[in-house]
């Protein structure tokens, strides 16, 4: 069996764990303000040419419920596609510390001006809440990207609302380098107020690294953090996993190859007309199958069912940093004489 | 400088760092859900008579407000002594859950019968809270433990008034393997609702395993932990180090380390007519010293400045899995010099 | 200015008063364990054959949060339509509780059960929300009244499918009595697990009847009351209110007489081919109107509008206990001849 | 049998129902937008020399909970003494809005400058919660009033560790209008950031007006009010009351006699040698008395018992606007009756 199953099935990188076992007996003081976090903080900003604070926390959903935390009011709400990875699948994380979730559509799992336009003028006095916050991913739950323009449009509708624009980077390194990409990370920087660099989905253990780049909403925030429990004791932990990333490129180098991977199978998959649910960018690629045939595959590799529609169903492949790109090929080989087969 | 500052200042333990690399690039289902994890409850329930549910969490701060969160209703209160972690130091994150911390002043760091009877009669009707839980660390925050005994009446008073017992085990290592200990891992399994096996202080990178021995609350507990930002997405991570931890005793030959560390502090400081804060039973040792000594000492090793009283201080030294023996009695010897220069 | 903005814009009727006057310097006990509450409550239960608990609470918006913050788990959802009072006009109320609210399209303002499988189906495993509850109005946020069969049949699929039925009866009176009704109080308390008997909006001063039908549902709902800051020192006054309305039929009268005045508005708006936005059956009628019809209107009455489409609008006419049937008339004569002058 | 068990056993101040009576039929908007709620915030300021937002709420622990949530960020804390009412009798209603309460003995039921000091001190880092506002009662929970010397010591204390001073007012106008008092409400308005006026303890059906002084904390106030339920939708019911109280001084002239009476207590009860738990300043008093003294006193009077000490017990006895002179005449005779029959 082989898993396409998503990008946090393996442990972590070569280069991390050499780092763990380099600085194992390494005395360092407890939650985060330990010198290997200050390196890595300084290697990250690096990359950018505004003023940040860099926070390392422990993973994704405690990410979001930490950030829109720390910037809402009891009465304030984030607006967020449907698909928004806090709408679904947090197990309403976000509702548990109090604030709404206001949902629209989007287009390919992405927010659009006009909705958050929209929104803004339903929502206009005290019985309703306030909508106070913009929530995006990059890349999308459905592997699509935004591009610096569509960046750049919302952040203006945002400043124009009074709304602080947020970006899930859970996968961001797979977004940063795809072939549609023209985003850099400065750019990400200068387009929100607070974003995270995804760890563990791109070659780490755990970790996220939350950007925050707007002055007001930096004050406190390791209060916030400790509140929520995310404030590890070895946080050098985390800090060392991203001095590993940030070292000679192998952040992106990692994304890169689960990019280079998803590019494989999407070749492949077109050339056998298999139809896309969602425009393939980067390392998630959502395809529709017959239900027999998605059948045969399980036998042999393991991906999730999205959503079933009679007799097609929707599965997602996903591609990481340590995927084997003979078995992309593969499983093109695999899919071809099964339909040559029916 | 040589760090008593806290127990977990080091990486992790070999054992663990060996069996992450072992599996580096195995194929893992993500959220707890794979054999690791699966394998490292059967290790642990080997220790238990009863039938027990365990869930790997990422630290204590997660795994009080995860657990506390679980069992109680809104208006429902938790019982603590005024120095329960959950009181002083998880900036509030019990209460950010919306309940109520009822506390009591307690003996060195334990909190006996009667003032929970007393707790229950004051709360007697809806305008109060109701008192739902009792909150204990063994060993404590002072380094304290509960005897057999002790335990056995505390759960006897919970049991007449319809309280649950969460034990807070984050060095629950250090209390079962110290010599006033009359406690096995079964006993704490059978005199407590639910408690926590700490890794973070005694060896691991990061992960405590939270064990729920009463059925009535075991039901639904993966929600409470995802919905609070714990389910990790590499949970094998968590698994594979009590994996380590429970093969072969290491777990209790780590903490049993870091009590003969302990024992010989206790045993040079007495000698040298040192006043205890806190009878010294584990590897938390509290001892008050003159300001100026302090400062002395202060140059070669890190430690934590407790409490302040004029001209003297009372300082924690806390020994580890990793402690060096040789620093130990380097210690003594120092605090003997700077003593006699006095 | 004559007012169909809403039906809670005047005082209360004047066998309230009346109450309030003649009992002016009798002491009573606080907090609604008063013989006016035990009174009162008498009066509601026999319309039921079956046992219930009952409560007064002060207003809608805080009587939907203390019985969702009562029933509901910490992971567990409310389902509603996107229409819904506690979606839209409560200002995250609910998610203030902690609590998601899962939404769907609804039907004129009413969810359908096939709706509320689809849902269930949907939330499958820990990582999102459980849906526990059902929560509908009636008559709804659009005036329309749910049948006997429909209630039935939402009532068999919440209990197939675990899903608790609360229902918002902030406009019970006007439902029960309208022409379209074939429900009574008793088959209410029969089909749902909690529902309120709204009192601020069929001529109360203040206050709502929480009737609590299901077993499990009963126990220490007064703490949550008191939480939530609406347990009323002076609860009396609400008793006291609700034994005026439950004395002669006075609540169900007055439910009438808003019907009464609605249809009269009905007659004449059909008899001007006007477009109804929704069916006309209770005390809340949504007409569509070029908008400067609207403007010319508004000159005399005061009403709301609801949704704006280019140049028309939705505007929402309200009629109480204690409208004037003449103004009815008097406006539909009114619309009658800006029609015709245009 | 009279009571004096509390200031909220009888129904309102004639002149309020006569309000009631006068505006029965008046159409009027809701939410507390009317001209009523205007007149009477109007006729409050008269009494300010700074300028002031005034809101009004159903209760006092709704009021403690929607100006607590208001203020403070999650992660910040309310100072309070142990007997505040925030901290015994709400049922844990602020830490549901997720905030801790940092508890401290005080004096007499009011707190000391030490006391801020020496928590503001403790509590210096992001592991714990970080104190944000002092709450303080005024009259206290035990009768005591502050002087304008004390609350202006408190407020620089506030002022110099970035605090916000919030002033509980459920009793404010017993405070104001006893013989001890130097404070007027204007002092007030300057001395502390947010107060509330009292109403329900003071000849109001319901009703406390919230005074925020503060510009930094007037901000959005509605929508804090509205999420929590205290948005009335017959707002103006609590305007006119108001109104009522603020014309002719009736607010002052109500208090003033609740404080005769109970002066009249308090000189029978001092000739008896009766021993007080508290300063008897305002309408509550604390008196000490024998067991069996207290149920003899029970056939004839309603009244809490407060606290119990082996053979005697700790009673309070409350005066209000409606108490009868000659009842408390009547009390002391036969309290002095039963201790000459001993």
Redo the contacts between chains.
């Keep these: 069996m082989?898993?396409f199953?998503?990008d946090?099935?393996?442990?972590?990188h070569?280069k991390i764990?050499e780092l763990?076992?380099k600085?194992?007996?390494?005395?360092?003081?407890?939650?985060g303000l330990d010198y290997h976090c200050e390196k890595a903080k300084e290697l990250i900003k690096n990359h950018f040419s505004v003023d940040v604070d860099i926070h390392f926390l422990?993973?994704?959903?405690?990410?979001?419920?930490?950030v829109i935390?720390?910037i809402l009011?009891?009465?304030e709400?984030v607006i967020s596609v449907d698909s928004g990875h806090i709408n679904?699948?947090?197990?309403?994380?976000i509702?548990?510390?109090?604030?709404?979730?206001i949902t629209t559509k989007g287009i390919n799992g992405k927010i659009t001006p006009p909705e958050i336009t929209s929104i803004v003028n339903e929502h206009h006095n005290?019985?309703?809440?306030?909508p106070r916050l913009v929530y995006i991913s990059n890349s999308t739950e459905v592997g699509t990207i935004y591009t610096k323009d569509e960046l750049a449009q919302i952040k203006k509708i945002c400043e124009e609302n009074n709304l602080y624009l947020f970006l899930d980077g859970a996968r961001l390194g797979s977004a940063l380098t795809c072939d549609d990409n023209n985003l850099t990370l400065d750019d990400i920087a200068k387009l929100t107020d607070v974003f995270y660099i995804g760890g563990?989905?791109n070659g780490a253990?755990?970790g996220e690294a939350v950007v925050i780049t707007n002055s007001s909403l930096k004050h406190?925030f390791?209060?916030?953090?400790?509140?929520?429990?995310?404030?590890?004791?070895?946080g050098?932990?985390v800090g060392m996993q991203f001095e590993a990333l940030f070292t000679d490129n192998l952040y992106f180098d990692l994304a890169r190859h689960a990019n280079l991977c998803a590019k494989c199978l999407v070749t492949g998959l077109k050339a056998l007309n298999i139809e896309f649910a969602f425009p393939p960018q980067t390392n998630q690629l959502f395809i529709t199958l017959d239900n027999n045939l998605i059948k045969q595959l399980q036998e042999k590799y393991?991906f999730e069912v999205w959503t079933c529609h009679n007799d097609k169903s929707t599965i997602r492949l996903v591609t990481s940093w340590?995927t084997n790109l003979k078995k992309c090929e593969e499983f093109i080989s695999d899919l071809q004489k099964l339909i040559l087969k029916k």
């Design positions: 082989y898993s199953n998503n946090y099935s393996e442990i972590a070569s764990l763990l076992a600085y194992q007996f390494e005395q360092n003081v407890g939650y422990v993973g994704g959903t405690s990410a979001n419920k930490i935390d720390h009011r009891p009465y709400a679904v699948h947090e197990t309403g994380a509702e548990a510390t109090g604030h709404k979730i005290e019985h309703m809440v306030m563990t989905k253990l755990i406190n390791r209060y916030t953090i400790k509140q929520n429990g995310g404030l590890l004791a070895k050098f932990i393991l340590t």
